[in-house]
């Protein structure tokens, strides 16, 4: 298929998503997109406000290159960009240069969330040669003690962090390359606030560096009173927000389960297993039907993963002056982010 019907296809594709949202259907319509791809959940990162350092439990691994090129084969209609992250730091994945360049080839724009002490020569060489869009890079402190105290002691070293993302920058200039898009970014949370303003002193105008971002925080699906005390702010659902994920994606863990969004980090809602299903029929099964319609009656008392979540994306649903009500929405909880120049 051309590029270009390729791409009307999967912004056809998400227009219908985004409709079934507004009228809240509980069956399916349209195609899958594939939001986030775990490639590992191996990270030696042990981040106070991940839920991977208090509570996940399922096994460690690594997703299989072959596994990765049926998602993508499957994925390739309806889904235009997707992150290569979940619960693990992907640039411990030895064959990442392949998955980033299968999906290129797929016409699929590729991001990645990752940690810049982990930049080798070789991964950087991945990344850079294999094509990634952009790579967000957190550095949530300026002093060794705030990075520790936010990302644990595999973070403490300040000085190889920057030394590193000096070296990806180095590295993309030599080979002429404009990709990845670097994105430096700290979370603002309790441990590092007083350190915000410093951070974007330090970098303001640091050559090679795209953009600064300061991200707001979320507390994942709300169940670890460990990371909801990070939070500067008090902040609770808003009862009136139905959250678009049922019906607009899914996430995938790196041994093929397909859970409802990027803030199951241990697998609890399984929606099925492309060891044995097709993208497709997960997305029209019985058990994402009900999470819609859970969703849908505001009745998510049963469900784990979103009975406490306070970061629902989304925006007033069921409104006639449809498609309005999307585009005046105000930020969501998981995009709210800022930057200065």
Request: net charge positive; with cysteine; charged share 25%.
């Amino acid at each position: 298929m051309p590029v270009f019907l390729g791409s009307i296809q999967r912004r056809v594709n998400t227009e219908v998503l985004q409709f079934a949202y507004n009228r809240q259907w509980a069956r399916a319509v349209g195609k899958p997109v594939v939001y986030q791809i775990e490639l590992t959940n191996h990270c030696p990162m042990t981040c106070q406000m991940c839920p991977r350092t208090h509570a996940m439990e399922r096994p460690l691994g690594h997703m299989a290159l072959e596994l990765f090129q049926r998602i993508v084969d499957q994925a390739s209609s309806s889904t235009r960009a997707v992150f290569l992250h979940h619960f693990g730091d992907s640039l411990l994945h030895p064959q990442l240069g392949d998955f980033i360049g299968y999906a290129a080839a797929k016409g699929i724009r590729t991001h990645l969330s990752a940690n810049p002490a982990l930049l080798t020569k070789r991964r950087i060489q991945a990344i850079v040669d294999g094509g990634l869009n952009e790579l967000v890079l957190s550095l949530d402190g300026v002093t060794p003690e705030t990075s520790e105290a936010v990302r644990g002691r595999a973070a403490r070293n300040v000085d190889l962090a920057e030394r590193r993302i000096g070296e990806l920058i180095d590295y993309r200039l030599r080979t002429g390359s404009s990709k990845p898009f670097i994105i430096l970014q700290i979370v603002r949370q309790r441990q590092n606030e007083h350190e915000v303003e410093a951070w974007l002193s330090k970098w303001r105008g640091y050559h090679g560096v795209d953009r600064l971002k300061v991200k707001s925080y979320v507390s994942w699906d709300g169940r670890e009173e460990k990371i909801n005390n990070l939070r500067i702010e008090p902040k609770t659902a808003d009862p009136s927000l139905v959250c678009d994920k049922p019906w607009t994606s899914v996430a995938i863990l790196w041994d093929g389960r397909v859970v409802p969004c990027c803030f199951d980090y241990d697998g609890i809602m399984t929606l099925g297993s492309l060891a044995d299903q097709s993208l497709e029929e997960i997305w029209q099964g019985e058990t994402l039907a009900a999470l819609r319609q859970a969703h849908r009656t505001r009745d998510l008392s049963g469900v784990a993963l979103c009975a406490k979540c306070n970061d629902k994306d989304g925006y007033p649903v069921r409104k006639l002056y449809y498609p309005l009500n999307r585009l005046l929405q105000p930020q969501s909880a998981i995009g709210a982010e800022w930057d200065r120049d």
